[in-house]
C-alpha cells in the first residue's frame, strides 16, 4: 500500500462479521451486506476480488477501506479451505487500498 493518508476521513470502515456462518453462500451474503454490493454481485471469490480490488466503486467508500472481519473462526473450523480462499481475497484486496483486520 502506498503512503497511509494523514486523516482518518480518508478511509472507511466495513465490519463483516461471520458469526454462525458456515458455507460458502452463506459467506457471500454477508459480504454483500457489509459492503452494501449490489443485487447483480455474483456471490463469488472472482466478483467479491473485483468489488474489493476497486474500494472507490463501493458506495460509500471514500477511496480507503479498513475490512474488519469477525467472527470468522467458527467458518475456519468448518470450511478450512473455503477459508483459505477468503484469507487470499482479502490478502489480495490489502494491494489494492484494503486494510484487512481479522478481530
Not at 457489509?34 to 466478483?47: H, M, S, Y
Not at 474489493?52 to 470450511?79: C, I, N, S
Request: aromatic content about 8%.
Amino acid at each position: 500500500m502506498s503512503g497511509l493518508p494523514a486523516s482518518p476521513a480518508d478511509w472507511s470502515v466495513r465490519v463483516i462479521d461471520l458469526d454462525g456462518v458456515t458455507d460458502k453462500a452463506a459467506l457471500m451474503e454477508r459480504c454483500a451486506a457489509a459492503l452494501d454490493l449490489p443485487d447483480w454481485f455474483g456471490r463469488n471469490w472472482d466478483a467479491l476480488a473485483d468489488a474489493l480490488g476497486d474500494p472507490g466503486q463501493l458506495p460509500d467508500v471514500a477511496g480507503r477501506l479498513v475490512l474488519v472481519v469477525t467472527g470468522w473462526e467458527q467458518f475456519r473450523r468448518r470450511d478450512p479451505e473455503q477459508w483459505e480462499t477468503a484469507l487470499d481475497v482479502f490478502g489480495q484486496a490489502s494491494a489494492a487500498n484494503v486494510l484487512l483486520s481479522l478481530g
